[in-house]
């Protein structure tokens, strides 16, 4: 009490007196099962709450008030012992205001500098063999996910999985159940431990084993021990129980007779996404046992490695309904202390946590993945192994191995879901952007065109291992595949072929027509071609039909066409405006107009006008015939040889005030002393007629 009293004195003049701190001490202190810890650059070191180190600041006279010095050296630093009864954070922020300290700081229990290699991590084939060193280059495990062990219980105060020196737990032991005993939580076995270990152990901690889903140094996904005897009443309990604690994966370890009320409570977990990983069973045979024969579920058998490959294992049940196989010969990983809480065993039963540990995994990074497509994934990105011996039906399955070995790394990747990023289309003169978003570090990409449909490629250029550019320089249009390889970068190997088909979309203009008469409902051949301007108040638009013929795509193509056939009124020479627009990409302006012309010419009026004079020009488009191609095509021409009539006409008072027969291209118009006001010019010409508005100021 004393010492209380004295410390609220000190502290209360010294706010007066100031202080000076220049050393790292964190006030945030972390009390886990009895022991405190301080956060040191994202990492949690205990400290010894009994002692401090402080330095004397030269000049100052120390008070020693509630200062019992236990030690001090040479160089001034002294160790000070704390009082019992003050917590370590107030006595360090009493020993601060005093000012008489350079600083002070914890007394930290440091840790030996090994490279975070769990102690059996070396004879854990089984993680080489699933290629998990992949997967954690993407995730190690959220903490978010939940993964239920329905065993024999687990040793919940195990190191590698509830607190030890790495200070986190990876077991959620307040959640756990046991149906055996409500007062003994300790199993008879290692069974439900060994699962729990390879599912979930801590990793990187220094000690023990790496688990597939364990983190790395942090948490990795929450493992719930469910014990059971393993009868029928306690398992079905344990599952129901699981699914409406939020649990994502279930591991069964098990097999036993098949009942209703068993696939009940499958279709119960399935209905609900949750995953359901079991083991084949241990006797041998052609026949897979249950729960994993229920098609619901994701049924492992094991193998055992062999001098170049990896080959079934002698005990490992196969046949109908086997998906896939994982390691299960000769598995280290924890046990309960009557063990010596390491240990190593065979069986299916330590296949299908490999299996469970890498679903959590996949749900880790993407949360919305349901049973059906993990078993996707599983299955499709499990490696072929032993092909000499092992022969894969059409859907590249066998009997014996499933649809092979376990690949966590590809198929983690394949749950993140990774996509070329970026807008297909890339109009004229534009750059189109695309990369590969949230790409770990570990990985680069090779970008390349291939499949290519024009005349000269866009220009492709990688900025970056993620992202890639391709400008579009070019008249004409350019199909082809995009193409990013994505590799590791540690292994050089090959991880994921990803691809995209990209346009380059050029100008699109013209008509060329092989009929030499129009008639109706003629098919005519559109391509691309010269640009035709033509102006006319006589265009009408008809209903136009149209319909790709060999090569399709043929926006996309140097060559191709597109059949549009047209209905015209017989008694009218009035011509047809087409429009042709590929609707499969709005972003670009890649539509164009056209004429067909019932008659050979058509003609179009421009009028300019200033203060003094209007300018009339008339031209004519006039089919005439493609030397290259033996097709017609349409020109403006500058030149009109015939005869047409100029009108204009004063729409305020409806006079007539020009009527002139003319013969040639152009007109002027002197204006000079007319009246202000709008005035309609008109051309005459043959059965058309043009006119134009214009305004006289």
């Not at 896939?324 to 069986?347: E, N, R």
């Not at 060999?550 to 047809?576: F, K, M, Q, R």
């Amino acid at each position: 009490m004393k010492y209380r009293i004295a410390l609220l004195f000190v502290l209360f003049f010294s706010c007066l007196l100031g202080y000076s701190h220049n050393s790292f001490v964190s006030k945030d202190l972390k009390r886990i099962d009895g022991k405190i810890y301080a956060e040191y650059k994202g990492t949690l070191y205990e400290i010894n709450d009994k002692v401090v180190l402080a330095k004397q600041k030269e000049g100052i006279a120390p008070s020693r008030a509630m200062i019992k010095t236990i030690k001090t050296y040479s160089l001034g630093i002294i160790e000070i012992a704390v009082p019992d009864d003050i917590k370590i954070e107030d006595y360090v922020s009493y020993l601060e205001k005093t000012g008489e300290f350079e600083y002070i700081e914890y007394n930290f229990y440091y840790k030996p500098c090994l490279a975070g290699v769990d102690y059996y991590i070396g004879s854990q084939w089984g993680l080489n063999a699933i290629n998990v060193d992949e997967a954690w280059l993407i995730t190690t495990g959220s903490p978010s996910v939940k993964v239920a062990v329905i065993d024999s219980g687990v040793e919940l105060t195990h190191e590698d999985l509830d607190y030890g020196n790495d200070l986190y737990s990876n077991l959620s032991v307040y959640e756990c159940i046991d149906y055996v005993s409500s007062i003994d939580h300790t199993p008879n076995d290692s069974h439900g431990t060994m699962v729990a270990g390879i599912i979930g152990a801590k990793t990187y901690n220094s000690v023990g084993i790496a688990g597939i889903a364990g983190g790395h140094y942090s948490p990795g996904v929450k493992i719930i021990s469910f014990r059971t005897n393993f009868t029928e009443c306690q398992i079905l309990d344990a599952i129901y129980d699981a699914v409406n604690n939020g649990v994502k994966v279930i591991n069964m370890s098990f097999s036993g007779p098949e009942t209703s009320a068993f696939n009940e409570m499958i279709d119960y977990a399935y209905n609900n996404n949750v995953v359901m990983v079991c083991s084949s069973g241990n006797q041998g045979n052609s026949s897979i046992g249950y729960p994993a024969s229920n098609s619901k579920t994701i049924a492992v058998g094991s193998v055992s490695p062999s001098s170049n490959d990896y080959i079934k294992s002698d005990f490992s049940n196969y046949g109908e309904g086997l998906d896939l196989v994982a390691p299960g010969y000769s598995i280290k990983s924890t046990a309960i202390s009557s063990d010596g809480s390491y240990a190593t065993a065979s069986g299916t039963s330590l296949s299908a946590p490999h299996v469970a540990g890498t679903a959590a995994l996949m749900l880790s990074v993407n949360p919305n993945l349901t049973p059906s497509s993990i078993r996707y994934y599983l299955n499709s990105t499990a490696k072929k192994i032993n092909t000499g011996t092992y022969s894969y039906n059409n859907y590249g399955w066998n009997q014996y191995v499933g649809y092979g070995l376990l690949d966590a790394g590809a198929a983690v990747f394949e749950a993140r879901n990774f996509n070329i990023s970026g807008s297909p289309y890339i109009c004229n003169s534009s750059t189109g952007s695309f990369s590969i978003n949230g790409l770990p570090s570990d990985f680069y990409v090779n970008w390349y065109l291939s499949d290519g449909f024009g005349p000269v490629a866009p220009t492709l250029q990688s900025s970056g291992d993620n992202t890639c550019t391709i400008t579009n320089n070019l008249s004409k249009s350019y199909m082809a595949t995009l193409h990013a390889d994505i590799y590791n970068v540690n292994t050089l190997s090959l991880v994921k072929s990803l691809q995209m088909d990209v346009v380059a979309y050029g100008d699109f203009y013209g008509l060329y027509d092989n009929n030499t008469i129009f008639s109706p409902n003629i098919p005519v051949w559109v391509t691309k071609g010269i640009p035709v301007t033509l102006k006319s108040p006589n265009l009408v638009n008809k209903n136009v039909s149209h319909s790709f013929v060999t090569p399709s795509g043929w926006a996309y193509y140097s060559s191709g066409s597109l059949v549009v056939t047209y209905p015209i009124d017989e008694t009218s020479n009035n011509p047809i405006l087409v429009t042709i627009q590929n609707i499969s990409n709005s972003n670009c302006d890649n539509s164009y107009q056209f004429v067909i012309l019932p008659n050979t010419i058509l003609h179009s009026l421009n009028v300019e006008s200033n203060d003094s004079q209007i300018e009339v020009f008339l031209t004519s488009a006039q089919k005439y015939k493609n030397e290259n191609n033996n097709c017609l095509d349409f020109s403006v021409l500058e030149e009109v040889d015939e005869n047409w009539a100029l009108e204009v006409y004063n729409t305020t008072s409806g006079k007539k005030v020009l009527c002139e027969e003319i013969k040639g291209s152009s007109y002027t118009i002197n204006t000079t002393g007319w009246e202000k006001g709008i005035y309609i010019i008109k051309a005459v010409i043959g059965k058309e007629e043009l006119s134009e508005k214009i305004v006289i100021k």
